[in-house]
Structures are given as C-alpha cells and as structure tokens.
C-alpha cells in the first residue's frame, strides 16, 4: 500500500546509546518531516528536507541529526540518547505545496 | 513559543451532540489551517482545512469556522459519533512556502453512546 513506512515501531535505548529511525515513502513526496509527539505538547517539528539533498532545523533539533538519503527516504539519528527523547516520533510527507501531509504511524521511544 | 493555542485539552460529548474544539494563532502570515484526527496508535490524518478567504468550510459533519480579525478558527463536529473519538490537532503554516505545519497541543474527544 502506498504510504509512509517507519521502522521500527518500538523501541528501548539506554541513555548515551545511538540509533536511527528510518522512513521511506512511496508517494513521490518532495518534501519530508520528522516531528515529535509528547502529551500535552502537540506536534513539534524536529527537522525537515524540502527536496532531495536539502535539510532544515525546525523547532527542536538538538540532539538530532537527518539524512536524506535520495527522494523516498528520510532517516533521523540520535547520536547519544537522552531521556528527555522518550517521545513518539512520527515522520511525515508532502506533495505539492499547500496540500496535507501524510504521516506514518509511528515510532515509540523510551530511553531508560 | 507556542505559536498556536489549541483548547480545550480534553473533551466529553454524548451521541448526537455538538463537539468544539478552538484555536488561536499570533503569526498573522499564517494562512493555511488544516486539522488531523489521530486514533491511538496511528499518525495523524488531513481532516479538513481552510485558507483564509472563506469564513467556513464544510465536509459532510465537520465545519471549520475562521475568525480572522480575531486569529482564531474552530472545528465543528455535527451529531458526534463513537467513532468520532479520537485526539484532533489543529495546525497552521504558510502556504506555497515549503510547510512547516506548526501544530496545537491536541483535544483528546471522548463521545459516550
């Protein structure tokens, strides 16, 4: 099925460990996002790739870094994990400008 | 900065009544305003949206009201169903300028039967 895949889904790191999360999509998508859901908080934009080769801080990127790797993919790093970074995170798409975005269902995170 | 204020956090409505949930937003450059509607364990999903020409838009048994004078829209559900229980986020951004949706904090919408 078409859509934004996130891998894993679950997920538990010690504190100071690395990993990265991984999406893909499959609806030719220029732009792609990585938020953050907390409760109580909303959904907060860690970073964002506007086209192939192009990434962005958006309102919270420490302790974070992207890659995107070629159209389809858009992968983010937590170099050194902290507690502070138990969320779920959700990636997220764009076609054209001014249309919604689609999201994938998720990756939650706890570092213990 | 929380650019957007979204209330009430939660809310409790039975079948068959009226679910609103409002928002506020300072960035007046702002002028495209979608909500999502989350189910647990899911991402988000494009609801309904609004730009600020028009004052109110309808799809089926969700109205978007915009106040722009005020800086505030709302979502309207109409004759709320069970199956309308799910957290809804509103959210705005700058359209034609490569989005970067800001959201509010999300109503978490509970209709008993």
């Known amino acids: 099925n078409a859509g934004v895949t996130q891998t894993p889904k679950f997920q538990v790191l010690k504190t100071g460990q690395s990993m990265t999360l991984q999406c893909a999509q499959d609806?030719?998508?220029?732009?792609m996002y990585w938020y953050r859901q907390d409760p109580g908080m909303g959904l907060r934009l860690i970073y964002y790739?506007?086209?192939?080769?192009?990434?962005d801080k958006g309102e919270v990127p420490n302790g974070y870094n992207v890659s995107r790797l070629n159209k389809r993919e858009f992968s983010l790093r937590l170099e050194s994990a902290a507690p502070s970074q138990t969320s779920v995170y959700f990636c997220?798409?764009?076609?054209?400008?001014?249309?919604?975005?689609?999201f994938g269902s998720g990756t939650r995170l706890t570092v213990v | 900065q929380q650019q957007v204020k979204q209330s009430p956090q939660s809310l409790i409505v039975q079948k068959g009544g009226i679910s609103i949930i409002n928002c506020a937003y300072e960035?007046?450059?702002?002028?495209?305003f979608p909500w999502y509607q989350q189910f647990p364990g899911k991402g988000p999903a494009l609801l309904i949206a609004?730009?600020?020409?028009?004052s109110e838009k309808k799809e089926g048994r969700f109205t978007i009201s915009f106040n722009k004078s005020a800086k505030q829209f709302s979502l309207h559900i109409m004759d709320s169903q069970p199956g309308d229980s799910a957290t809804y986020f509103c959210?705005?951004?700058?359209?034609?300028?490569?989005?970067?949706?800001?959201f509010g904090q999300g109503t978490e919408l509970s209709v008993k039967p």
């Open positions: 997220a798409g764009q076609g054209a400008l001014g249309y919604g975005y689609t």
């Open positions: 609806m030719n998508h220029n732009s």
């Open positions: 790739s506007a086209s192939e080769g192009t990434t």
């Open positions: 960035n007046t450059a702002f002028d495209y």
């Open positions: 609004i730009r600020p020409d028009v």
């Open positions: 959210a705005a951004d700058i359209y034609n300028q490569g989005g970067k949706l800001i």
